[in-house]
Protein backbone atom coordinates (compact mmCIF):
# COMPACT_ATOMS: atom_id res chain seq x y z
CA UNK A 1 0.00 0.00 0.00
CA UNK A 2 1.22 3.11 -0.98
CA UNK A 3 2.33 6.05 1.37
CA UNK A 4 -0.73 8.41 -0.50
CA UNK A 5 -3.33 6.12 0.13
CA UNK A 6 -2.46 5.31 3.59
CA UNK A 7 -2.43 9.22 3.96
CA UNK A 8 -5.85 9.15 1.97
CA UNK A 9 -7.53 6.27 4.68
CA UNK A 10 -6.10 8.42 7.84
CA UNK A 11 -7.56 11.71 6.52
CA UNK A 12 -11.16 9.82 5.68
CA UNK A 13 -11.02 8.13 9.27
CA UNK A 14 -10.20 11.31 10.97
CA UNK A 15 -12.88 13.23 9.37
CA UNK A 16 -15.86 10.28 9.66
CA UNK A 17 -14.89 10.37 13.40
CA UNK A 18 -14.96 13.82 13.74
CA UNK A 19 -18.29 14.17 11.76
CA UNK A 20 -19.60 11.43 13.99
CA UNK A 21 -18.12 12.89 17.86
CA UNK A 22 -19.06 16.45 16.80
CA UNK A 23 -22.55 15.19 15.89
CA UNK A 24 -22.92 14.34 19.88
CA UNK A 25 -20.66 16.52 21.50
CA UNK A 26 -22.12 19.25 23.72
CA UNK A 27 -19.24 20.82 25.21
CA UNK A 28 -17.05 23.61 23.75
CA UNK A 29 -13.71 21.92 24.78
CA UNK A 30 -14.43 18.90 22.10
CA UNK A 31 -14.95 21.36 19.46
CA UNK A 32 -12.11 23.35 20.22
CA UNK A 33 -10.00 20.11 20.25
CA UNK A 34 -11.01 18.91 17.07
CA UNK A 35 -10.56 22.62 15.49
CA UNK A 36 -7.23 23.04 16.94
CA UNK A 37 -6.08 19.62 15.59
CA UNK A 38 -7.43 19.85 12.06
CA UNK A 39 -6.18 23.23 11.59
CA UNK A 40 -2.47 22.13 12.89
CA UNK A 41 -2.88 18.94 9.99
CA UNK A 42 -4.36 20.91 7.59
CA UNK A 43 -1.69 23.07 7.55
CA UNK A 44 0.97 20.90 7.42
CA UNK A 45 -0.65 18.95 4.61
CA UNK A 46 -0.80 22.67 2.65
CA UNK A 47 3.25 22.83 3.02
CA UNK A 48 3.54 19.18 2.07
CA UNK A 49 2.49 19.91 -1.29
CA UNK A 50 1.00 16.87 -1.44
CA UNK A 51 -2.84 18.16 -2.78
CA UNK A 52 -5.30 20.40 -1.94
CA UNK A 53 -7.13 17.16 -1.01
CA UNK A 54 -5.56 15.90 1.83
CA UNK A 55 -5.46 19.71 2.90
CA UNK A 56 -9.49 20.00 2.25
CA UNK A 57 -9.85 16.64 4.65
CA UNK A 58 -8.54 18.78 7.74
CA UNK A 59 -10.08 22.28 6.83
CA UNK A 60 -13.68 20.54 6.42
CA UNK A 61 -13.24 18.83 10.08
CA UNK A 62 -12.35 22.57 10.81
CA UNK A 63 -15.19 24.24 9.46
CA UNK A 64 -17.59 21.53 11.10
CA UNK A 65 -16.08 22.36 14.49
CA UNK A 66 -16.69 25.61 13.69
CA UNK A 67 -20.18 25.08 13.10
CA UNK A 68 -21.24 22.91 15.75
CA UNK A 69 -19.33 25.55 18.41
CA UNK A 70 -21.53 28.29 16.68
CA UNK A 71 -24.42 25.73 17.77
CA UNK A 72 -23.71 25.04 21.02
CA UNK A 73 -22.75 28.70 21.43
CA UNK A 74 -26.78 29.45 20.14
CA UNK A 75 -27.93 26.96 22.99
CA UNK A 76 -25.52 28.31 25.91
CA UNK A 77 -27.19 31.90 25.28
CA UNK A 78 -30.63 30.29 25.02
CA UNK A 79 -30.21 28.59 28.07
CA UNK A 80 -28.91 31.57 29.77
CA UNK A 81 -25.92 30.11 30.50
CA UNK A 82 -24.31 32.25 28.65
CA UNK A 83 -23.61 35.68 28.37
CA UNK A 84 -25.40 37.79 25.30
CA UNK A 85 -24.01 40.97 23.77
CA UNK A 86 -20.40 41.87 25.59
CA UNK A 87 -20.11 38.31 26.96
CA UNK A 88 -16.50 38.60 25.65
CA UNK A 89 -16.02 40.65 28.63
CA UNK A 90 -13.52 39.25 31.48
CA UNK A 91 -15.83 41.13 34.06
CA UNK A 92 -17.50 39.15 36.77
CA UNK A 93 -20.40 36.96 35.46
CA UNK A 94 -23.54 36.35 37.39
CA UNK A 95 -23.26 32.87 39.05
CA UNK A 96 -23.30 29.88 36.69
CA UNK A 97 -23.25 32.00 33.57
CA UNK A 98 -20.29 31.88 31.40
CA UNK A 99 -18.53 34.79 29.03
CA UNK A 100 -16.67 33.96 25.64
CA UNK A 101 -13.09 34.69 27.40
CA UNK A 102 -14.39 31.85 30.07
CA UNK A 103 -14.56 29.46 27.57
CA UNK A 104 -11.74 30.23 25.58
CA UNK A 105 -13.41 31.93 22.90
CA UNK A 106 -12.81 35.45 21.18
CA UNK A 107 -15.38 37.50 19.84
CA UNK A 108 -14.46 37.13 16.20
CA UNK A 109 -14.52 33.56 16.44
CA UNK A 110 -18.30 33.59 18.16
CA UNK A 111 -19.09 35.75 15.16
CA UNK A 112 -17.82 33.44 12.82
CA UNK A 113 -18.85 29.95 14.20
CA UNK A 114 -22.21 31.76 14.45
CA UNK A 115 -22.92 32.52 11.34
CA UNK A 116 -21.31 29.14 9.79
CA UNK A 117 -24.14 27.58 12.04
CA UNK A 118 -26.71 29.67 10.72
CA UNK A 119 -26.67 28.43 7.51
CA UNK A 120 -29.59 25.70 6.34
CA UNK A 121 -28.14 22.25 6.35
CA UNK A 122 -28.53 21.83 2.78
CA UNK A 123 -26.84 24.45 1.70
CA UNK A 124 -23.96 24.06 4.00
CA UNK A 125 -23.65 20.68 3.02
CA UNK A 126 -23.71 21.37 -0.90
CA UNK A 127 -20.63 24.24 -0.47
CA UNK A 128 -18.92 22.00 0.49
CA UNK A 129 -19.18 19.84 -2.04
CA UNK A 130 -18.93 22.12 -4.13
CA UNK A 131 -15.69 23.59 -3.21
CA UNK A 132 -14.06 19.78 -3.00
CA UNK A 133 -15.43 19.33 -7.11
CA UNK A 134 -13.59 21.97 -7.97
CA UNK A 135 -10.69 21.99 -6.29
CA UNK A 136 -10.83 24.93 -4.30
CA UNK A 137 -9.35 25.15 -0.59
CA UNK A 138 -12.19 25.37 1.96
CA UNK A 139 -11.86 28.30 4.10
CA UNK A 140 -14.31 29.45 6.61
CA UNK A 141 -14.72 32.73 4.85
CA UNK A 142 -16.76 31.36 2.34
CA UNK A 143 -19.38 29.98 4.08
CA UNK A 144 -19.40 33.83 5.78
CA UNK A 145 -19.68 34.72 2.29
CA UNK A 146 -22.03 32.14 1.92
CA UNK A 147 -24.22 33.18 5.12
CA UNK A 148 -24.09 36.89 3.54
CA UNK A 149 -25.63 35.75 0.39
CA UNK A 150 -28.47 33.85 2.06
CA UNK A 151 -29.30 37.35 4.19
CA UNK A 152 -29.12 39.43 0.53
CA UNK A 153 -31.35 36.80 -0.67
CA UNK A 154 -33.54 36.84 2.21
CA UNK A 155 -33.57 40.59 2.54
CA UNK A 156 -34.47 40.80 -0.98
CA UNK A 157 -37.73 38.95 -0.79
CA UNK A 158 -38.89 41.52 2.19
CA UNK A 159 -41.24 44.22 1.85
CA UNK A 160 -42.01 45.55 5.31
CA UNK A 161 -38.57 47.57 5.13
CA UNK A 162 -38.57 51.01 3.25
CA UNK A 163 -37.20 50.10 -0.56
CA UNK A 164 -33.98 52.85 0.11
CA UNK A 165 -33.32 50.60 3.45
CA UNK A 166 -33.44 47.02 1.31
CA UNK A 167 -31.02 48.77 -1.42
CA UNK A 168 -28.79 50.57 1.16
CA UNK A 169 -28.34 46.92 3.28
CA UNK A 170 -27.72 45.18 0.09
CA UNK A 171 -24.82 47.20 -1.04
CA UNK A 172 -23.45 47.27 2.43
CA UNK A 173 -23.17 43.05 2.21
CA UNK A 174 -22.22 43.39 -1.18
CA UNK A 175 -19.30 45.08 0.20
CA UNK A 176 -18.96 42.70 2.86
CA UNK A 177 -18.76 40.23 -0.27
CA UNK A 178 -15.71 42.01 -1.75
CA UNK A 179 -14.51 42.42 1.76
CA UNK A 180 -14.27 38.79 2.46
CA UNK A 181 -12.90 38.25 -1.37
CA UNK A 182 -9.80 40.37 -0.62
CA UNK A 183 -9.03 38.55 2.68
CA UNK A 184 -9.07 35.54 0.61
CA UNK A 185 -6.93 36.89 -1.89
CA UNK A 186 -4.17 38.58 0.39
CA UNK A 187 -4.53 35.03 2.33
CA UNK A 188 -3.36 33.14 -0.38
CA UNK A 189 -1.02 35.16 -1.49
CA UNK A 190 0.82 35.13 2.07
CA UNK A 191 -0.12 31.55 2.16
CA UNK A 192 2.10 30.60 -1.51
CA UNK A 193 5.17 33.07 -0.23
CA UNK A 194 5.12 31.69 2.83
CA UNK A 195 4.67 33.62 6.18
CA UNK A 196 8.55 33.68 6.45
CA UNK A 197 9.49 34.22 3.60
CA UNK A 198 7.38 37.30 2.61
CA UNK A 199 9.70 39.82 4.00
CA UNK A 200 12.89 38.79 1.58
CA UNK A 201 10.44 38.26 -1.33
CA UNK A 202 10.23 41.62 -3.88
CA UNK A 203 6.25 41.41 -3.60
CA UNK A 204 7.07 42.32 0.54
CA UNK A 205 6.17 46.33 -0.33
CA UNK A 206 3.14 45.12 -2.73
CA UNK A 207 1.74 42.97 0.42
CA UNK A 208 2.07 45.63 2.70
CA UNK A 209 0.43 47.81 0.80
CA UNK A 210 -2.76 45.45 0.39
CA UNK A 211 -2.89 44.66 4.18
CA UNK A 212 -3.24 48.66 4.45
CA UNK A 213 -5.87 48.36 2.09
CA UNK A 214 -7.99 45.63 3.40
CA UNK A 215 -7.83 47.68 7.33
CA UNK A 216 -8.90 50.56 5.65
CA UNK A 217 -11.74 49.05 4.20
CA UNK A 218 -12.62 46.93 6.90
CA UNK A 219 -12.57 49.83 9.08
CA UNK A 220 -15.21 51.55 6.56
CA UNK A 221 -17.02 48.69 6.44
CA UNK A 222 -17.52 48.49 10.07
CA UNK A 223 -18.96 52.01 9.76
CA UNK A 224 -21.83 51.37 7.53
CA UNK A 225 -22.39 47.87 9.39
CA UNK A 226 -22.61 49.87 12.98
CA UNK A 227 -25.45 52.59 10.96
CA UNK A 228 -27.45 48.93 9.95
CA UNK A 229 -27.80 48.02 13.44
CA UNK A 230 -28.54 51.42 14.69
CA UNK A 231 -31.38 51.55 11.72
CA UNK A 232 -33.15 48.45 12.07
CA UNK A 233 -34.95 49.49 15.32
CA UNK A 234 -36.69 52.13 13.73
CA UNK A 235 -38.45 52.76 9.80
CA UNK A 236 -35.71 54.72 7.33
CA UNK A 237 -36.53 57.08 5.43
CA UNK A 238 -34.78 58.11 1.98
CA UNK A 239 -32.52 60.77 4.54
CA UNK A 240 -31.56 58.60 6.55
CA UNK A 241 -30.00 56.37 4.24
CA UNK A 242 -28.32 59.23 2.02
CA UNK A 243 -26.87 60.34 5.83
CA UNK A 244 -26.03 56.99 6.09
CA UNK A 245 -24.26 56.12 2.62
CA UNK A 246 -22.50 59.73 3.08
CA UNK A 247 -20.48 58.10 6.08
CA UNK A 248 -18.72 55.71 4.86
CA UNK A 249 -18.05 54.46 0.85
CA UNK A 250 -15.48 51.37 -0.05
CA UNK A 251 -12.66 52.20 -1.94
Given at each position: ?67 RGGEILRDMRANNELEGQGGDRKSKCPKGILNLAKIGITPKESSRFKKIAEIPEKEFEEKINEVKDQRQE ?114
Amino acid sequence: MTDIVKTNEMAMEFLSKAKADLAKTSTMDEVKGYRERAEALRVFYQHSKKGIEFQNFYAEVRIRAERRGGEILRDMRANNELEGQGGDRKSKCPKGILNLAKIGITPKESSRFKKIAEIPEKEFEEKINEVKDQRQELTSSKFISLHQRIVRESLEKKTDESPEFTAYLLRVTRKADSFNNQIDKLKARIDDLGSEAIWESPERYEICRAIGLVVENGQILLKELEAVEKSKTKKTKKADVTEMASEATLS
